[in-house]
């Protein structure tokens, strides 16, 4: 993680709060917190405040700090660590065995025991609930069990390499409140975390306050880079980049969510505030409508060629900012599964129009064509790039229709069930993701497998291609592991490429506005927690 401007700044909240605690005679875990309300300038609202939205931290920025996982990356150290659970153990190629820690409560009041998390599990991953994280599922049907009062086991129905991913991604709440009135838990969470949700007012912001009774006081393997000096937190919605940007420069927040190149650029000249970015897991693509009910034209493997020659991505990189341009594939080196032999589509307009005369000749309708490149208005920068994408290719010779639309129009429409509404569609969909499992695996069926109308939230809800001999294969290499699983995957991504089903426009690194006289660490994941913002010199 590096700033854009160059700073030193020496972290000396554990140094404070150990004085405090001595000088009150009182352990150090328990003392109070020091600072009053964190404010943070965020893109979205949330689309809920439920324990299987923990997996998506742009859709519901700060839920951490309310629900916590059994395990989660360390995002200073980068590996897998203990939250809920003490330990864990791999028990066969399905199984895990965790380890939970006792005397933990949730916010209601009830035990943190293994029915409780058993129960949460269930309900996160329960295919008739059929919620979003469905899109990280696994080859099977992911399950949990109390085998007593402290150890759970969780068990894939078929062999799952990644299940420890999985299980870092849903947030446990409490039970009590999935039983008594599971409608409540949409929208005020009880977890066990260090704050306690309090309000969300739709449209404006939510709100969480300290938990005095946080098992993380003391816990010496707790995380966090200190213990949690703010009293309340506070996430203010706004999606405008310049509202997020007035937030920090009036005083108004502490953290501004996101923020362009240029405004980064321009707090290195800014006294009061800085700029903070870091790699991410995310990427930005271009996914044109293809098997499923999409216009015939564009199974045409000329017009995707077309397309994609017409696109030139160094120049939406640099429009974009922060950011840079992906190898040809949704991931960077280091992936499982990443082809080193995949490159970048090549920026080539002439053989664009080329392969449209050709088209053309063959009596495929190429000037009635009019590609709809749609974005989601939540995502950063949105309105310049598709503007971008579609003077590219109306340079061709390609006629487009460029729109930006809230998550509520957007989201139902790039979903199997959507595509049925709209036969005939010709669009673009040009939206951002995350790749967190650091494999391709999960990338290739949520965005290339077969969806169905039978599972319309499934993993594969939002595909527009379906192969079912691609799928077959897909199929044996995510029930691979190791050098067969990566050599497999490879394969896969190198098809996929050849056959131009998706752009990938940007790997994008994320930015924030920090006030002075705070730190902020984050991994690439970028999850906020305020037990990573601490106050320094």
């Known amino acids: 993680m590096t700033g854009c401007n160059s700073f030193l700044r020496l972290i000396r ?18 003392a109070q917190p020091t600072e009053g309300e964190l404010v943070v ?30 395990i989660a990356q360390d995002p200073v150290a980068g590996e897998m660590r203990g939250v809920l659970a003490r330990n864990w153990e791999r028990i066969d190629d399905s199984t895990l ?57 969780v068990r894939s129905s078929k062999p799952d390499p990644l299940l420890e991913f999985r299980l870092s991604l849903n947030g446990i709440s409490s039970a009590k409140q999935l039983e008594d009135d599971p409608k409540a838990h949409f929208s005020a969470p009880v977890g066990t975390g260090p704050y306690k949700f309090n309000e969300w007012a739709a449209g404006q912001y939510w709100t969480a306050d300290y938990n005095p009774e946080w098992w993380g006081l003391t816990a010496e393997d707790a995380y966090g880079t200190s213990k949690p000096i703010w009293q309340s937190l506070r996430f203010v919605f706004r999606p405008e980049d310049a509202a997020r940007v007035a937030m920090i420069q009036s005083g108004e927040a502490q953290i501004g969510m996101f923020p362009s190149a240029d405004e980064c650029e321009r707090a290195e000249g800014t006294s009061g505030y800085y700029c903070v970015t870091g790699p991410s897991t995310t990427y930005l693509y271009g996914r044109l409508d293809h098997s499923l009910y999409g216009d015939e034209r564009l199974k045409d493997t ?33 992936t499982v599964g990443y082809n080193a032999d995949v490159s970048a589509y090549e920026y080539d307009p002439a053989g664009a129009m080329a392969l449209l005369e050709e088209a053309k000749a063959d009596g495929v309708d190429v000037d009635s064509l009019s590609i709809e ?36 129009e957007f989201n139902p429409r790039v979903r199997i069930a959507g595509y049925a509404n709209e036969p005939g569609r010709q669009m673009m969909q040009v939206h ?17 497998a077969c ?44 098809t996929v490429h050849d056959r131009h089903l998706i752009l990938p426009l940007a790997l994008l690194d994320r930015a924030y506005l920090v006030k002075d006289g705070i730190d902020f660490k984050f991994g690439t994941d970028h999850r906020f927690q305020a037990v990573y913002v601490t106050k320094s010199d």
């Open 13 to 30: 909240g554990s140094v404070a709060w150990a004085a405090l605690a001595t000088s009150l005679s009182v352990p150090y875990a328990l």
């Open 373 to 408: 490149i749609v974005g989601r208005s939540s995502t950063p920068r949105i309105k310049p790039t598709v503007e971008a994408l579609g003077a590219m290719l109306n340079s061709v010779g390609i006629g487009t229709e460029v729109k930006v639309q809230t998550p509520q």
């Open 451 to 494: 969806p169905s109308m039978d599972d319309p939230t499934g993993a594969s809800r939002s595909s527009v291609y379906c192969d079912e001999a691609f799928d077959a294969e897909l199929a044996i290499a995510l029930a691979s592991t190791g050098a067969e699983r990566a050599e497999k995957l490879k394969q896969l991504v190198k």
């Open 432 to 448: 951002v993701k995350q790749n967190p499992s650091n494999d391709f695996g999960l990338l290739l069926l949520s965005n290339y």
């Open 302 to 334: 000329r017009i995707r060629e077309a397309i994609f020659k017409a696109v030139d991505i160094e120049g939406l990189v640099d429009l974009y900012g922060l950011a840079s341009v992906p190898p040809g594939q949704l991931a960077p080196k280091g």
């Open 97 to 153: 065995r965790f380890q939970l820690r006792e005397g933990v409560m949730f916010h209601d009041g009830s035990a943190m025991d293994a029915a409780a998390v058993a129960a949460s599990i269930n309900w996160v991953w329960s295919l008739e609930n059929s919620f979003t994280i469905q899109e990280y599922a696994g080859p099977g049907e992911i399950t949990a069990t109390a085998v007593s009062d402290g150890v759970v086991e």
């Open 41 to 70: 300038a965020v893109s979205q609202e949330p689309q809920d405040l439920a324990a299987q939205g923990a997996y998506k931290e742009i859709n519901a920025v700060g839920i951490r700090n309310v629900l916590e996982t059994l």
